[in-house]
């Protein structure tokens, strides 16, 4: 019988979910940054601020969305709470909560990470510097989550770890396969740009999965391919469809080897996206319809956090109308808030 | 035994060259009129440190402590602010022949501080006895119904003390002291002792010093001796108010060094008068909790119906004997200070022996002689009321005007028995680390005793000093510090 605390199985869950949270970001600024890179204008940053739906926080907190602004609020804007020191503050928030299950080693590297990115200076905020910046970021996390691999006792916290990585990864690759759609929204891109070649490389880049796609697929960068490879190719790390096994074999460990039966629900959530991701590989149209079908993972990230919370996280049974989702097909288009969403 | 001016070199500045400890007892050096204490050794090998290297080293040994999380945290609006307790790398040592005192005596407490307490729980002998004035205790805040009749495992209320010992120009250890409610500052014993071992091996080298490590498996054994009857593995946990209390490090700490689960009130619930914890695969049973939250707030029904922090139902439980809570409620009435200035009684009372370790001589001025005594000597004496804490209504004689000493003579009539008064105390002095190089600063020290069947004391305890020049507060609240505290095995130091 399992003796570990509900409240710590949901703070290692969200301090993972922090962890990669801050990854991402790190990713997608760093995205922005080879966008930028010979452009002349100062305009191309607003996409960020429409990719995470938070375009009302960001007016609240400055007039423009040129870059210095959407950097700030970003990167060190502690009011937007999906800001990179707001993620990590939040990370290490759940982390003190849970610092008698993790190993000193981990709040150790805890420590000196936030040390490190709550001193960022403005010459390292500035655009020239902020590549380099958002590398020590994303190295920053690969750290956090390589001592958390190494020295964490790997007991039913592990999996509750795992899940909470894998879950918010699928939701930021699927932003990062949204980043398009975004940049549309804001009048920086139009439909050729579709295929447009520079931008589907920076976003294999941004996966860092692009000598991967190149070693798949040797000839060319097709839009079309690129998309279906950060969605569908199990063996992609980052990839949709990797982070729903991840998160498949964890739940299914969590009933095999740790005995904790009401993993049911969530398992068949998981189940029933595995099953959208095959409707959604015989789709033709696709790339036209990513947005439709990045929302759909969003939504159900947001349930299967849910019915996560049920199981194991003492969150109150919620009703049940709001549970089935559409096939990906046909979505609505609301956007996910899950970026927003803190740990209770 | 070389004297220590022998053991200066003329021809350098070492950092002990211009210490001077004054009229004090110095922990390194001995009694004012006699500077020759066994620790030659030791200040030996501090005197070939070059006093910049040992700054550095300082600094470096403050850092890992952050780094390492070995802090407490001040919450101001939204911010969380971890600091650390200021280390002092030069370390108080402690005799092997002191420390069978100091263990002695602080058996000697625990052991009538527990008798007391199941007396005036039970058959309220010492009161009926006359030794002790029976509205002192009965009518002590801190006393509590709720556990007359109470039978705790193994008789024991105080599972965890900590016994505040000071030490007199002539080296006497005098207590000030004793918490028996919940002691902190074990951790730091611990920790302290592992940041010297990685900062300073060098200073350690050949002293056969006294392991400090197994706390956390006495204090587990202990727990575990008190479990209720009948239950074949019983499930310890540690209850905390969480991550915003101050002391939360510390209970991060005990909680992985006895290996228990580290739960907060709204973890545990209460069914059928039997503890549960809620988890991953339901609803766990808890046998014993070492609760590092006041009596008030454990217990909304019992106590304080307002807490956030406590479990609905928990002294239910315990009066059904379903759950040992450590330290028992109600303690606080024997770490009371008016109960204080009676221990010397009570010690003789229940084991028929004299103290180990000595009261600071206290006046009790609900007595006729004690009275007299302090209305007599107002301006040599510290005049304390018992019902406070915190410092608050004290009146120090020496430094007080004579408006103060007029109006203490005014409250000291009208209500005598609220008031109990104290000779100025003197701590003993231990050199230490500061800007103006190595100077002595007051020190006092706290050992801390795991009770179940029979007490252990941890060999060494919280050294805490007191940073300010010529300051006896040691409390961290106040510019205190802490300091690795050594038990010789043998005195080679």
């Known amino acids: 019988m399992s003796s570990l605390l509900s409240r710590h199985a949901e703070s290692v869950f969200w301090m993972a979910r922090y962890f990669e949270r801050t990854e991402s970001l790190g990713r997608i600024i760093e995205t922005q940054t080879s966008f930028q890179r010979g452009r002349g204008d100062d305009n191309g940053w607003a996409w960020i601020v429409a990719l995470y739906s938070d375009e009302e926080a960001f007016a609240k907190a400055f007039p423009e969305a040129n870059s210095e602004n959407v950097i700030r609020f970003y990167m060190a804007h502690t009011e937007n709470p999906g800001s990179i020191q707001s993620s990590i503050k939040s990370a290490r928030e759940n982390a003190r909560a849970l610092r008698p299950m993790l190993s000193i080693d981990m709040w150790y590297q805890l420590n000196d990470f936030c040390n490190r990115v709550f001193a960022f200076s403005n010459a390292e905020l500035a655009e020239v510097r902020l590549s380099r910046t958002c590398d020590a970021i994303k190295r920053g996390c690969y750290a956090q989550i390589g001592v958390a691999e190494n020295t964490l006792y790997h007991d039913e916290t592990w999996p509750f770890f795992r899940l909470g990585l894998f879950l918010e990864r699928a939701d930021q690759t699927s932003r990062l396969l949204d980043v398009r759609f975004a940049q549309q929204q804001t009048g920086l891109a139009t439909d050729e740009g579709h295929y447009d070649h520079t931008f589907w490389s920076i976003l294999l880049r941004a996966a860092s999965a692009y000598h991967a796609y190149r070693r798949v697929h040797p000839r060319h960068i097709d839009p079309r391919e690129v998309a279906r490879f950060l969605i569908f190719d199990p063996r992609l790390p980052r990839s949709i469809a990797y982070c729903l096994s991840e998160m498949q074999a964890m739940i299914e460990l969590l009933r095999r080897n740790f005995g904790l039966r009401n993993a049911g629900p969530a398992a068949e959530r998981v189940e029933a996206m595995i099953e959208g991701l095959q409707t959604a590989s015989n789709d033709d149209n696709l790339l036209q319809n990513l947005h439709a079908f990045n929302d759909w993972v969003q939504s159900s990230l947001i349930l299967l956090n849910d019915e996560l919370g049920k199981a194991f996280f003492g969150y109150a049974k919620a009703t049940e109308a709001s549970v089935t989702l559409p096939a990906p097909a046909a979505i609505s288009q609301t956007q996910s808030q899950s970026q927003t969403q803190v740990a209770r | ?493």
């Open chain 2, 1 to 493: 035994m070389a004297t220590i001016t022998a053991l200066k070199n003329p021809s350098t500045v070492a950092p002990l060259d211009t210490y001077n400890a004054g009229q004090f007892y110095c922990e390194l050096l001995g009694s004012p009129d006699n500077r020759n204490r066994h620790l030659t050794a030791l200040w030996h090998r501090l005197q070939q440190l070059e006093l910049l290297h040992l700054r550095e080293r300082a600094a470096d040994a403050e850092r890992e402590l952050f780094n390492l999380g070995i802090t407490f945290t001040v919450y101001s609006d939204r911010t969380a602010i971890d600091r650390i307790l200021p280390f002092d790398v030069i370390p108080r040592v402690i005799t092997a022949e002191d420390w069978k005192t100091l263990d002695r005596g602080v058996k000697q407490r625990i052991k009538a501080l527990n008798l007391f307490l199941w007396d005036v729980y039970h058959d309220r002998k010492i009161l009926k006895d006359g030794l002790v004035p029976e509205d002192l205790v009965l009518g002590n805040a801190n006393y509590r119904p709720e556990m007359i009749g109470y039978d705790p495992p193994c008789g024991t209320y105080i599972h965890i003390g900590g016994t505040d010992v000071i030490r007199d120009p002539r080296g006497e250890f005098f207590v000030l002291e004793d918490n028996g409610r919940t002691p902190s500052g074990v951790s730091y014993v611990v920790e302290n002792r592992h940041l010297m071992q990685r900062a300073f091996p060098d200073l350690m080298h050949g002293f056969a010093i006294e392991s400090v490590s197994e706390y956390g498996t006495q204090l587990g054994d202990k727990l575990i001796e008190c479990a209720p009857a009948g239950v074949s593995e019983p499930q310890i946990a540690l209850l905390s108010p969480g991550v915003f209390n101050s002391a939360y490090f510390e209970h991060v700490f005990l909680a992985r060094e006895i290996g228990i689960p580290l739960v907060e009130g709204r973890d545990l619930f209460v069914d059928d008068d039997k503890v549960f914890m809620k988890t991953v695969s339901g609803p766990k049973p808890v046998h014993v909790i070492y609760r590092r939250i006041n009596d008030e707030f454990l217990d909304p029904e019992a106590f304080r119906p307002d807490s956030a922090l406590g479990v609905k139902g928990l002294m239910r439980a315990v009066r059904k004997g379903n759950v040992t809570l450590a330290n028992a409620v109600g303690t606080g009435v024997a770490d009371d200070k008016a109960v204080y200035a009676y221990l010397p009684r009570i010690i003789k009372y229940y084991l028929d022996e004299h103290p180990v370790l000595p009261n600071v001589q206290t006046n009790i001025c609900r007595e006729k002689d004690g009275l007299g005594y302090t209305l007599d000597n107002l301006d040599k004496l510290v005049v304390k009321p018992v019902g406070e804490s915190g410092g608050y209504g004290i009146c120090v004689g020496p430094k007080a005007t004579k408006a103060e000493i007029d109006l203490c003579r005014n409250q000291l009539k009208a209500d005598p028995s609220n008031y109990i008064s104290q000779p100025m105390i003197e701590l003993s002095v231990c050199p230490t680390l500061t800007d103006q190089g190595v100077e002595p600063r007051h020190v006092d020290l706290r050992p801390f005793a795991v009770t179940g069947q029979e007490t252990w004391v941890l060999p060494g305890g919280l050294t805490r000093v007191a940073l300010k020049r010529g300051s006896i507060i040691v409390n961290s609240s106040q510019g205190g510090g802490t300091k690795d505290t050594w038990v010789l095995k043998e005195d080679n130091a």
